[in-house]
T-cell receptor, first 116, second 113 residues
Framework: GAVVSQHPSWVICKSGTSVKIECRSL??????MFWYRQFPKQSLMLMAT?????????EQGVEKDKFLINHASLTLSTLTVTSAHPEDSSFYIC????????????FGPGTRLTVL | QQQVKQSPQSLIVQKGGISIINCAYE??????FPWYQQFPGKGPALLIA?????SEKEEGRFTISFNKSAKQFSLHIMDSQPGDSATYFC????????????FGTGTRLTVIP
């Protein structure tokens, strides 16, 4: 199998606070992890790609200082939304790949972030 | 620029019918074409995938048809069931670079009893 978990599954926070979302590959070592953002009834938007021990590669238009990504081990990546604002409210989904090819991505269940 | 174009945006099918979702791409470097199924509030789940060396792949009630010359691929769901009601995303990636997946815009499928 290839199971990816996310924690928390949902979080509500006040504007100005920071929120950390964890992404774990439970039964495999992930060579690469991806972070996506999804708005209601829309497709997935890639935010960044991360490899263990390396700095994340952010997509154009994604603020690095706003969305901090740490890939501490082969099974854990974290996304921290710093100084969150209501416009950051969204569904955040991570995915992980195993092996050399990174095209087969296994997705986590997502984290619903609501910023009040 | 949308790398993968998907249609229709929404689809309603009677139980037992065939659901067909189409996707088209431009980048000839793409060589991996997966389909994902997503239920509300959940992450996408890999449903079936195909590579360009075959024109069709079947897994149970799900079939991918691939037309390399037309740069199109489609998902067919046979004997559609109410439990198939979900949003389906096609995607594509290539062998170079970061192998990022480029997603289609999604199709909301509703199967009515």
């Amino acid at each position: 199998g290839a199971v990816v978990s996310q924690h928390p599954s949902w979080v509500i926070c006040k504007s100005g606070t920071s929120v950390k979302i964890e992404c774990r590959s439970l039964d495999f070592q992930a060579t690469t992890m991806f972070w996506y953002r999804q708005f209601p009834k829309q497709s997935l938007m890639l935010m960044a790609t991360s490899n263990e021990g390396s700095k994340a590669t952010y997509e154009q238009g994604v603020e690095k200082d706003k969305f901090l990504i740490n890939h501490a081990s082969l099974t854990l990546s974290t996304l921290t939304v710093t100084s969150a604002h209501p416009e950051d409210s969204s569904f955040y989904i991570c995915s992980a790949t195993k092996g050399q090819r990174t095209d087969t991505q296994y997705f986590g269940p997502g984290t619903r972030l609501t910023v009040l | 620029q949308q790398q993968v174009k998907q249609s229709p945006q929404s689809l309603i099918v009677q139980k037992g019918g065939i659901s067909i979702i189409n996707c088209a791409y431009e980048n000839t470097a793409f060589d991996y074409f997966p389909w994902y199924q997503q239920f509300p509030g959940k992450g996408p789940a890999l449903l079936i995938a195909i590579r360009p060396d075959v024109s069709e792949k079947e897994e149970g009630r799900f079939t991918i048809s691939f037309n390399k010359s037309a740069k199109q691929f489609s998902l067919h769901i046979m004997d559609s069931q109410p439990g198939d009601s979900a949003t389906y995303f096609c995607a594509a990636s290539g062998t170079t670079g970061a192998n990022n997946l480029f997603f289609g815009t999604g199709t909301r499928l509703t199967v009515i009893p």
